[in-house]
Nanobody
Framework: QLQLVESGGGLVQAGDSLRLSCAAS????????MGWFRRAPGQDLEFVAA????????NYADSVKGRFTISRDNAKKTVYLQMSSLNPEDTAVYYC?????????????????WGQGTQVTVSS
């Protein structure tokens, strides 16, 4: 069973940057596409970004394109989400998820394993 643990969340001001990390354990990390999703208060789960299991393909939600960057380090079994130009609308609990041999889908149903989430709060 693949286990995922997010870290790096916190309280920042609008315009600031933040980097989230998601560390995987349990099985070999490489065959999994990794995604980031978020849930704002009172809102549905929203796709943020994903990266294929090879790392060759990245996929971003329009709301974060140009501001967020997803990357992975298979040797460290870690995926990152570098967030810049944060605004209050980015406030949410951020979750990472894993999809076996995935290509970086935006569909949450494709992801079999999920972390517990890390809170990101952006003040205006």
């Amino acid at each position: 069973q693949l286990q995922l643990v997010e870290s790096g969340g916190g309280l920042v001001q609008a315009g600031d940057s933040l980097r989230l990390s998601c560390a995987a354990s349990g099985f070999t990390f490489s065959p999994y596409a990794m995604g980031w999703f978020r849930r704002a208060p009172g809102q549905d789960l929203e796709f943020v970004a994903a990266i294929s299991w090879t790392g060759a393909t990245m996929n971003y939600a329009d709301s974060v394109k140009g501001r967020f960057t997803i990357s992975r380090d298979n040797a460290k079994k870690t995926v990152y989400l570098q967030m810049s130009s944060l605004n209050p609308e980015d406030t949410a609990v951020y979750y990472c998820a894993a999809d076996t041999y995935g290509l970086g889908s935006s569909a949450e149903s494709e992801y079999e394993f999920w972390g517990q989430g890390t809170q990101v709060t952006v003040s205006s």
